[in-house]
């Protein structure tokens, strides 16, 4: 079956370090692959995604590239801030299964400090 | 993004109770799902609705009924809950089932049960 190993937190980073969050996966075909975002006492929003192998997604300074050869998909920031606090989520979604059933990792907390 | 709305926020019921939990997404989707979120364990997907019609039920115990009376909201009707049922139930919204799509999550509601 598919599935999602995230790098396990949490992670705590000063302000404006380096961030990688590792994520790989296991899957048949050529999954969609996102990573999503969950603030505090919110629900998860989309960070990015990418949907075949080599793309790159990125938003808010936020990148990840989609490597099929490695099957990884980490995410990662140069610089990060205190309100990227949050808690991460890789995710795939494979062909021939519909949205809802994508696969989540077990999500990566993340703490940045002033 | 405030697409997907989500009430009560936070709900605490006794094991004898019957609520139920509301869902609506103003983007115009047609696919909605149920999803909980527990402490220390991935995301499980519970129902999932496209075009109105249930096309997942993900072996939930029948004291979780959801409705779906169109397209734009979402129900988990709630009865006779055991405290494992303690969890964060998020509400999510795609455009369609397709596996490449986006899902939108509301806020999530808190629900604990004594």
């Known amino acids: 079956g598919n599935s999602v190993t995230q790098m396990e937190g949490p992670v705590t980073l000063s302000e404006e370090a380096f961030l990688t969050i590792n994520c790989t996966y296991t899957?048949?075909?050529?999954?969609?692959l996102f990573w999503y975002v969950q603030y505090p006492g919110e629900g998860l929003q989309l960070l990015l995604k990418?949907?075949?192998?080599?793309d790159k997604g990125s938003n808010k300074g936020f990148e990840a590239t989609y490597r099929k050869e490695t099957t990884s998909f980490h995410l990662e920031k140069g610089s990060v801030q205190v309100s990227d606090s949050a808690v991460y989520f890789c995710?795939?979604?494979?062909?021939?299964?519909?949205?809802?059933?994508?696969?989540f990792g077990d999500g990566t907390t993340l703490t940045v400090k002033p | 993004e405030t697409g997907v709305t989500q009430t009560p926020r936070h709900l605490v019921m006794g094991m004898t109770n019957k609520k139920s939990l509301k869902c609506e997404q103003h983007?115009?989707?047609?696919?909605m799902y149920w999803y909980k979120q527990s402490a220390k364990k991935p995301l499980e997907l519970m129902f999932v609705?496209?075009?109105?019609?249930?096309?997942e039920n993900n072996s939930v115990p029948s004291r979780f009924s959801p409705e779906c009376p169109n397209s734009s909201h979402l129900f988990l009707h709630l009865h006779t809950l055991q405290p494992e049922d303690s969890a964060l139930y998020l509400c999510?919204?795609?455009?369609?089932?397709?596996?490449?799509?986006?899902?939108?999550f509301g806020p999530g509601t808190r629900l604990l049960v004594l």
């Open positions: 999510a919204s795609s455009q369609g089932s397709f596996y490449q799509e986006t899902q939108y």
């Open positions: 899957a048949t075909g050529y999954p969609s």
């Open positions: 990418a949907t075949k192998a080599d």
């Open positions: 995710a795939l979604s494979a062909p021939n299964t519909n949205a809802g059933k994508s696969t």
């Open positions: 983007l115009g989707h047609n696919a």
């Open positions: 609705y496209n075009f109105k019609e249930q096309t």
